[in-house]
C-alpha cells in the first residue's frame, strides 16, 4: 500500500512539473510577444527653364526629348558634345547670384547616341580654371547607360555652369528635371523706414532686464497710459514677421506693457497680442502671417496710468519676403492651338500689353477653341493675369477664358471661368490657386466668326523654398559630431554640439553632447551618467561622468571616479557605510551602427522652434507650441486634434498669442515613435495644420504608449505582460495545490 502511494504522489508531483513548465513556456512565449511587438514603419523648386543662360554652346531647350530607354523627358535640355577636348565640349553658364541652395536633376543618354559614345557632365559652382574642380562630375554617360540623378550644394554660389565632354564623336545628354530651390530672402525691420511714428527709436543695441544686450533693435517707449508705435508700408511683399519681445533694463517695477501687431486697419483686432510685460517679465517670440498685408502697425501700450515711462525691446525683427515670381512666358507649352507670343499687343482701350499673349479662337465650337497646356508639377502656388479684349474685335463676339488646374474632361469643372469679354469689355484681372496643380491648361471660347483676347501679365508664383538659417557643421577630427553653428558659420553662445547616430544631424537620431576639456560625453539612458565619446564615432563605456545631485554635467559636484564592474557603473563613496553607490546598468546601446555613413551634408536646414512643425524626443521634459495667426475670445471655441482626434484640454495649454497650444511633456511620453498629423482647430471650422515628430532616444525607453493612438514603434505592452505573470502564479498556485491533494 505504501508503495502504491508513493507511485501516485511520484506521479502526480511529475504531472504537476510538467504542467507548471508548460504554463512557465506559454508565458515566457507571450512575454517576449509583448515585449517585441512590430516595429511600424522638400524643398519647393523653380524650373532651371526660368532662367536665361549668360553663355552657352550646344545648348538646346527646354523641349522634350527622348533617352535610349524610350522614355520621354517634358522641358529638358539637350546638350551635344563633339569631343573630349575644351573646345568641342557643349556647356551653359547661369548668373546665380546666391539665390538658390541646390541644383537637382536627372541625366540621361539621347536616343540614337553612337555606340562608342562616353559622355561626361561636370557642374561647376565657381569659375571655370584648369585647377579647377567640379562640384559635381557624372559617371561616363553610354548608350546604353541608364539614367542618373544627381544634387549639388549651391549655397552663395554665384555662378553655375553645367559642361559637357564627349568620347567617341558626336552624341547628347538629356538633362531632365532640372530644378533649384530657391533661397527665401529676409529683411531686418529696421531697414525699412516707418510711414508714421511715435516713441518709437533704432536699430541700435539695447539691453534688457536680464543684462542680455540686442544689437540692431528697436525700442518702444511710451509713457504711463499712452502708446507708442510704427506703422510700415508692406505692399504685399512679405508673408511673415517674426522677433523677439523683451522689457529694456530699468524700467519701472510697477510697468504694464503690452505690444500688438496690426495687418490692417489699427480699428480692427489685432493679428498678435503679447503677454502684459512686468519689469521681470521673460523674453518672449512671436511669429505673425504677412501675406497679402498692405499695412502693417505695431503699438506698444503701457497700462500703468500712475507710473513713469517704460520700454519695450522688439529684436531680431526679421521680415521674409514673399516668393518671387516667374513669367508664364518663361514656359514651354506641351501643346498649343491658336496661342501666340509673347509679344506686344494692344487692347481695345489702346493699352499695349508687353510680353501678353494673344489667343485667337475661330467660333463657338469645341473643336475651333484656343488653347495652351503647360506643365505645371506641382511648383506653383498661383497664377495672376489680366484678360483684355485685342483691339479690333468684331462687334458681335462674346470671348470666355476657362483655367483648368487638372485634366480637361467633359465633366471637368474650370478653376476659374471669365466674364464675356466683348469687344468694348473693360481688362479683368483674376487669380487662379495651383497648389498642388501637376497640370495647366487655358482655354479660349468664343460665340462669333474669330476673335481673340490678351493674357497679360501673367505671372506663376513659386512654392517658397525653406531658408537656410542656422545649421550644422562637422567637427573636424571627429566622426559623427556636429556643431549647431550660425548662419554666418560662427559658433552659438553657448557652443552647441550633437551626436548624429545615423550620420546625419536632424534625421531623428540626435544626442546632445558635452564638453570637458578636449573630450565630448552624452548622457547614458537619462540616468545623470555621462559616457566618453571616440573620435571615430563609439563610445568608451569604460570612460563615465556621474553629474552629481545637482544632475548638472561640468559643475563642481560632477564625480570622475566612476567604475563599470559587473555591467553596471559606480560611483565611490569613501567613508560610507556603503563604498560604491550603484548608478545604473551599462550596456552597449550607444554603440553606432558601423556600417552607417559618416558623410554630412555642409549645411542641414534647421526647423523654426516656432514653426507648426515640431519634434519631440522621447524621455525629455520639454514641451512643445503649436501656434496660429488667427485669435479665439474663449478657450470653448479652440480644439486640439492630433490623428484627427481631439485631446483632452489637460494634455496641453492654451494661451493667447494670437492662438498657442503647448503640449505636456506628460502627455508627449506617452506617445510612440513616430509622425503625428496635429491642428489647431476652431469653432467655425478653420484648422491651422501642423505636424508633431516623436523621435526616440536610445538612451530612454520608460515603454508607454497612447492608447487612443495608432502604434508607430516598438512598445511595451504592459496588460499583456501582467496576465502572462497572473497566468504563470495561477499555473503555480494551480500545482501546488493538486500536489497537495496527492499527498494528502
Avoid at 521 to 550: C, Q, R
Wanted: glycine letters at 8%.
Amino acid at each position: 500500500m505504501r508503495n502504491e502511494t508513493n507511485r501516485k504522489h511520484s506521479k502526480g508531483r511529475e504531472q504537476s512539473k510538467w504542467l507548471v513548465a508548460l504554463l512557465l513556456c506559454v508565458s515566457c512565449f507571450m512575454l517576449c510577444v509583448a515585449l517585441t511587438a512590430p516595429t511600424a514603419a522638400e524643398n519647393d523648386t523653380v524650373t532651371l527653364g526660368a532662367l536665361t543662360p549668360a553663355s552657352k554652346d550646344g545648348w538646346v531647350g527646354p523641349a522634350s526629348h527622348t533617352d535610349n530607354k524610350d522614355a520621354a523627358y517634358a522641358n529638358s535640355f539637350k546638350a551635344t558634345a563633339t569631343g573630349s577636348e575644351a573646345a568641342k565640349k557643349a556647356f551653359v553658364t547661369y548668373n546665380l547670384e546666391k539665390n538658390y541652395t541646390k541644383l537637382a536633376g536627372k541625366l540621361a543618354g539621347l536616343k540614337g547616341n553612337p555606340e562608342a559614345s562616353k559622355l561626361q557632365v561636370k557642374i561647376y559652382t565657381g569659375p571655370v580654371t584648369a585647377t579647377a574642380t567640379p562640384a559635381y562630375t557624372s559617371p561616363e554617360i553610354k548608350a546604353d547607360s541608364n539614367a542618373v540623378t544627381f544634387e549639388v550644394n549651391l549655397a552663395d554660389v554665384q555662378t553655375l555652369t553645367i559642361e559637357i565632354y564627349c568620347e567617341g564623336g558626336e552624341a547628347s545628354v538629356i538633362l531632365a528635371d532640372m530644378q533649384l530651390t530657391a533661397v527665401i530672402k529676409t529683411v531686418g525691420l529696421g531697414t525699412l523706414t516707418p510711414a508714421s511714428k511715435d516713441g518709437w527709436a533704432g536699430p541700435a543695441s539695447h539691453t534688457d532686464n536680464t543684462d542680455a544686450a540686442h544689437a540692431n533693435s528697436l525700442k518702444a517707449t511710451a509713457a504711463g497710459g499712452t502708446k507708442a508705435y510704427a506703422s510700415y508700408n508692406a505692399e504685399k511683399k512679405y508673408t511673415k514677421l517674426t522677433g523677439k519681445l523683451a522689457v529694456l533694463k530699468g524700467n519701472p517695477a510697477d510697468c504694464k506693457l503690452q505690444v500688438k501687431v496690426f495687418t490692417g486697419p489699427v480699428t480692427g483686432t489685432a493679428a498678435y497680442t503679447s503677454p502684459e510685460f512686468r519689469a521681470d517679465s521673460a523674453a518672449v517670440t512671436f511669429e505673425v502671417n504677412l501675406t497679402d498685408v498692405q499695412t502693417l502697425t505695431i503699438e506698444v501700450y503701457n497700462a500703468d496710468t500712475s507710473g513713469d515711462a517704460a520700454s519695450v525691446i522688439l529684436a531680431d525683427m526679421q521680415l521674409t519676403a514673399a516668393a518671387e515670381t516667374v513669367a508664364l512666358s518663361t514656359l514651354t507649352p506641351a501643346s498649343k492651338d491658336g496661342w501666340a507670343g509673347p509679344a506686344s499687343h494692344t487692347d481695345n482701350k489702346d493699352a499695349v500689353h508687353a510680353n501678353s499673349f494673344k489667343a485667337t479662337a475661330t467660333g463657338g465650337k469645341e473643336s475651333k477653341k484656343a488653347f495652351a497646356a503647360y506643365a505645371a508639377d506641382k511648383k506653383y502656388t498661383k497664377l495672376t493675369g489680366k484678360l483684355a479684349p485685342l483691339k479690333g474685335t468684331p462687334e458681335g463676339d462674346k470671348l470666355q477664358v476657362k483655367i483648368y488646374t487638372g485634366p480637361v474632361t467633359a465633366t471637368a469643372t474650370p478653376a476659374y471661368t471669365s466674364p464675356e469679354i466683348k469687344a468694348d469689355s473693360n481688362a479683368v484681372t483674376f487669380e487662379v490657386n495651383l497648389t498642388d496643380a501637376s497640370l495647366l491648361t487655358i482655354e479660349v471660347y468664343n460665340t462669333g466668326s474669330e476673335a481673340s483676347v490678351i493674357l497679360a501679365d501673367m505671372l506663376l508664383t513659386p512654392k517658397p523654398a525653406t531658408p537656410t538659417t542656422d545649421h550644422y557643421v562637422a567637427v573636424s577630427g571627429w566622426t559623427r559630431v556636429y556643431e549647431f553653428v550660425n548662419a554666418d558659420g560662427s559658433s552659438k553662445s553657448p557652443k552647441k554640439f550633437v551626436y548624429a547616430a545615423d550620420g546625419k544631424p536632424e534625421n531623428g537620431y540626435d544626442y546632445q553632447l558635452s564638453q570637458k576639456e578636449s573630450k565630448f560625453y552624452a548622457e547614458y539612458f537619462k540616468n545623470n551618467v555621462y559616457v566618453a565619446l571616440k573620435t571615430d564615432g563609439t563610445f568608451d563605456l569604460n570612460d563615465a561622468i556621474w553629474a552629481g545631485p545637482d544632475k548638472l554635467f561640468g559643475t563642481a559636484d560632477d564625480k570622475v571616479a566612476v567604475k563599470k564592474a559587473d555591467n553596471g557603473y559606480y560611483y565611490e563613496q569613501a567613508g560610507e557605510e556603503e563604498p560604491w553607490k550603484f548608478l545604473c546598468w551599462a550596456t552597449d546601446v550607444l554603440k553606432p551602427d558601423p556600417n552607417v555613413t559618416t558623410t554630412a551634408p555642409t549645411t542641414s536646414t534647421t526647423a523654426d522652434l516656432h514653426s507648426n512643425i515640431q519634434t519631440f524626443e522621447l524621455g525629455s521634459t520639454g514641451t512643445v507650441t503649436f501656434r496660429s495667426a488667427k485669435d479665439y475670445t474663449d478657450a470653448s471655441q479652440v480644439q486640439f486634434l492630433v490623428n484627427g482626434q481631439v485631446l483632452p484640454t489637460d494634455k496641453y495649454i492654451l494661451t493667447h498669442g494670437s492662438t498657442v497650444v503647448t503640449l505636456k511633456a506628460d502627455y508627449l511620453n506617452t506617445l510612440a515613435e513616430g509622425t503625428y498629423p496635429v491642428a489647431i482647430k476652431f469653432s467655425d471650422g478653420t484648422q491651422e495644420p501642423g505636424t508633431l515628430k516623436i523621435t526616440k532616444n536610445p538612451f530612454f525607453n520608460d515603454g508607454k504608449t497612447d492608447p487612443n493612438l495608432p502604434q508607430t514603434g516598438r512598445e511595451f505592452n504592459l496588460g499583456l505582460t501582467v496576465s502572462m505573470l497572473i497566468l504563470l502564479m495561477g499555473g503555480g498556485y494551480c500545482g501546488y495545490r493538486w500536489l497537495r491533494r496527492d499527498n494528502a
